[in-house]
């Protein structure tokens, strides 16, 4: 069983920067690293990043040239370097498996508040 946990949220005004944490418990780093997702209240829960198998990173249009994922193997880590936020960056910020594997049970997620 895998678990993740978030840390880094906040509050913020618009402009600011937030640099996001997720912990993995369980050894998935050696196959992949964790992809970040968000959901905006009222809607779905969407994907904001992730890193490819052969190590490129790959960005929801709204995020890219602010956001930067990266991951730290040795500590069980991956972030996410959030700069230039807006109040649409808004949501509770999760990390789970990236695309093209299974899901695993979501965390309680970090909040990220930005105010205008």
């Known amino acids: 069983q895998v678990q993740f946990v978030e840390s880094g949220g906040g509050l913020v005004q618009s402009g600011g920067s937030l640099r996001l944490s997720c912990v993995t418990r369980?050894?998935?780093?050696?196959?992949?690293?964790p992809g970040w997702y968000r959901q905006a209240p009222g809607k779905q829960r969407e994907l904001v990043a992730y890193?490819?198998?052969?190590?490129?990173?790959n960005y929801v249009d709204s995020v890219k040239g602010r956001f930067t994922i990266s991951r730290d193997n040795a500590k069980n880590k991956a972030y996410l370097q959030m700069n230039s936020l807006k109040p649409e960056d808004t949501a509770v910020y999760y990390c789970?498996?990236?695309?093209?594997?299974?899901?695993?049970?979501w965390g309680q997620g970090t909040q990220v508040t930005v105010s205008s």
């Open positions: 789970n498996a990236p695309p093209g594997y299974t899901l695993w049970s």
């Open positions: 890193i490819t198998s052969r190590g490129s990173t």
């Open positions: 369980g050894s998935i780093l050696s196959f992949y690293a």
